[in-house]
């Protein structure tokens, strides 16, 4: 079956860096987009990055531009979220999620993807 092992969260201070992987089995990783949200204490999920099968297109939340990047490693079917001068807004549980181009989809909105990860926590302190 498919699975998403997101791993490399933790405790930071603010101002540090953490890199987030995803690790997928049980699909063709190429023929997905991955993408990254983040869910706060007492809040809605919410999109981070995203990227494009091939890796050609990323996407970012204004929260994160310039701070975060995504990319991935297709023979390793792996996504990777690098996260830099982190703040502590940032904590949140972080997911990665999988979606199917199937038509056309803008990879910001959580319901576009067919199967997400338990998430890995990333507590960034003051």
């Known amino acids: 079956q498919v699975q998403l092992v997101e791993s490399g969260g933790g405790l930071v201070e603010a101002g540090g860096s953490l890199r987030l992987s995803c690790a997928a089995s049980g699909l063709t990783f190429g023929s997905y987009a991955m993408g990254w949200f983040r869910q706060p204490p007492g809040k809605e999920r919410e999109f981070v990055a995203a990227i494009t099968r091939s890796g050609g297109r990323t996407f970012y939340s204004n929260s994160v531009k310039g701070r975060f990047t995504i990319f991935r490693d297709n023979t390793k079917n792996t996504a990777y979220l690098q996260m830099n001068s982190l703040k502590p807004e940032d904590t949140a549980a972080y997911y990665c999620?999988?979606?199917?181009?199937?038509?056309?989809?803008?990879?910001?909105?959580?319901?576009?993807?067919?199967?997400w990860g338990q998430g890995t926590q990333v507590t960034v302190s003051s």
């Open positions: 999620g999988a979606e199917f181009t199937g038509g056309t989809v803008t990879l910001t909105t959580r319901s576009e993807y067919d199967y």
